[in-house]
């Protein structure tokens, strides 16, 4: 069972705000181990990453070359993959790409009644890098959200990097890897993947931004590069917040739970509900659909220690409360989805009405599934085409507009007793 | 004098290099000071806030509402501002709002061929941290930058901290502050400030989002907090690279030169041109006009330590110098400007022509200038509106549209090894 909460419970503001304080992930101390990796690979380049590749990852190459997935890998990771997973793949692909392209923004430039003529001009990065974990969270969905936005926004190169623990690796995440449009791998991964991309080695030229989720070590590697390089969001454990109201089909709702705890037992789910009768028949249905769950354990962790139900009186009393967890993913299953949605301050993603459930924005809705967590829909956005763009902004002045604007910018540069800047412009001016 | 290379010395490529490595800042390792003060702010509230700012700032406070910039101290502030300063602030807080009211982007919503509906809605975050240094670098043109973007963005609340060493804060950066439309004011600076607004104490509600420049602990704290909240750049010396040919004027280039190099000893500034006399006759120009300014130590550092002049062949070889470079601040002094920036791609702001000196766009352009430095404007922007919003992805599925898409989600929710995320689906299908 997972915990109970009813806005009519005196101590509600407690128990929520415990709720939304409930730290899901033990913060691993790896930043001194992490700032060795980085410094090694900076100075060592190749050869700490070949040592690296050994020591973590009991894989033995004689050099970074050695570590390049081929095209003969390539084509024998293809054949692996069953047929109709390649093609739901390339389905989830065309779709992501197809969104994607709506994304992109449009030049600007305009002039002023001064004459002044401003503008903002995007061009994408030059080349990114692409983090992909190994092992059991290796997912190729989650390589077409990272490249294909890449590849939309026009970024020339985009080198991958992915561990493989004892030379295995995942033919799918391959698979997504060729679909999307990645131009390198590398069988590498942990701080010297991120320092490798981020510094470059004699191998691997550097990139300008490192997207991709990985574990502590990679978390602490990107946040150390950060400046050097630009990174996406450090991810945190998935979401999910179900508003539902008497009309749901509560198997539907536990089921949609559930999907979310089977990621991570510090995953979180919570259901807000007007209708007790739903919160009563969802907590049933859980526990009815978690005994045949593969991924039980993990589940049934998530739910019990992280999983809630919060009974509200209205509709509306759940949207204040909604826009303080700030979901990863918000389900509005509702009979009218639409008035909630104006609502919503703070979601990376929202799910309206019974029939899109949160899996469909994983695979093939076309919207990106790397979506903010932890609360940081409060302040960013899933990922996007504008992660791998970047705007310059355009002055130009004539004489005339020059003249017009001069003496305001002479005054400031004056006032901040920045003289060659005042001077700057009136040298100009004649004044 | 400072250093001068041209693309036909043998040793260009590695003085080149050279040039781009150059390390400007000496990074302090302050992380272990800046992680204890974060602690104790975050453990004890305002008794910590008040404790370091009697430490660091030499300012005894019995709380932290005798920190607070009130309304009385406010309108004494703007009394001590000369009328034309403050007509010059009100001038390029209008066009900065103008400019800035140009960057909203519209919310999206569209129904693709299976009747899926996709979206993309944009809200403000809720409330904004502005950070802003004491002492000599505390500059309102900087104030106007970082606040306004948040203003016309829909930020409701923006919480301005800075220091007041011995209790002495700037008036100019109070009356730009109440231009730029500040809710709060505290005198608290450095790594406790930030502290402060990431975390919230008894009397600072805490913010969504940190921007601002700041020392060395304040970046390190910016650093640290990021993920609680999030943070703009991490902001370096400024920089300038001017391309100019032979109808430049080397006074006017010189002056714009050096108005870089005044910021900081660190900032640097770079010519690039296709005409040896002009090359000579700026190196003179600067030299002569370096005696007659106040800050001329500061400038003469910068120019000197981390200047340069370059000399090319034609212009076209110019560009992919700069966006190697990826400066700051680009000038195109050039005849035909709109030529040379089809080709930039590398660039914080491109200024055109010889009648747009840098100076404007700190000021009274309209456009930021927060703007990235050391590089990082091949991976970032400008500061924009775009800081101050977040985009949540919308998903809308019909029963026949998620009928079309669902077995694709099953396939690949079956791949994956995520069962749940597969029956999520097929229980709304009946299969």
């Known amino acids: ?32 181990v992490v700032r060795e990796i980085l410094d090694n690979v900076r100075i060592h380049g190749d050869g700490a990453l070949v040592e690296y590749t050994k020591k973590f990852d009991r894989l033995e190459a004689s050099s970074v070359d050695d570590l390049v997935v081929t095209d003969r890998e390539m084509d024998a990771a293809l054949e692996k993959v069953p047929l109709d997973t390649l093609n739901a793949l390339k389905l989830a692909a065309d779709r992501i790409r197809a969104h994607h392209q709506k994304q992109l923004p449009k030049n600007d430039r305009y002039k002023d009644h001064l004459g002044v003529e401003l503008g903002s001009r995007w061009t994408a990065i030059e080349a990114a890098g692409l983090y992909v974990p190994g092992g059991l969270a290796s997912y190729p969905s989650s390589v077409l959200m990272n490249a294909i936005p890449a ?86 454990p998935s979401e999910v917040l179900i508003i539902a109201d008497g009309h749901s089909n509560p198997d539907w709702v536990a089921a949609d739970l559930l999907a979310q705890a089977e990621h991570d037992p510090s995953a979180q789910s919570i259901l807000i509900t007007n209708d007790e009768p739903l919160a009563d028949a969802v907590a049933q249905a859980v526990e009815r659909q978690l005994t045949t769950l593969p991924r039980q354990d993990v589940a049934r962790a998530s739910w019990q220690d992280f999983g809630a139900i919060i009974c509200v009186k209205t509709l509306e009393e759940a949207m204040p409360l909604a826009n303080r967890i700030a979901a990863e993913h918000l389900e509005l299953a509702v009979a009218d989805p639409e008035k909630l949605l104006e609502k919503v301050r703070n979601a990376g993603a929202v799910f309206l009405g019974h029939h899109t459930p949160e899996a469909i924005g994983d695979y093939v809705g076309g919207s990106n599934h790397v979506l903010p967590t932890a609360r940081s829909a409060k302040f960013s956005s899933g990922l996007s085409v504008l992660d791998f763009i970047k705007r310059t902004s355009i002055l130009k002045c004539t004489p005339d507009s020059l003249r017009a604007l001069g003496p305001a910018a002479i005054t400031l540069g004056e006032a901040e007793g920045l003289t060659a800047h005042a001077r700057s412009v009136a040298i100009r001016l004649n004044l």
Chains 1, 2 share one sequence.
């Open 1 to 32: 069972m997972s915990r109970r909460l009813s806005t009519q419970d005196a101590d509600f503001d407690i128990r929520f705000a415990e709720l939304l304080g409930a730290k899901r992930e033990v913060s691993e101390d790896v930043d001194q």
């Open 151 to 236: 590849v939309v926004a026009g970024v020339e190169r985009i080198a991958m990097v992915v561990p493989s623990p004892g030379g295995i690796l995942n033919p799918q995440v391959l698979a997504a890897a060729h679909i999307a449009g990645v131009s390198e791998i590398y069988r590498i991964g942990g701080a010297q993947a991120v320092a490798a991309l981020a510094y470059g080695t004699q191998s691997i030229e550097p990139v300008s931004k490192i997207v991709g989720p990985g574990n502590a070590y990679v978390a602490a590697a990107k946040r150390r590069v950060f400046g050097t390089v630009g990174i996406d969001m450090i991810a945190g």
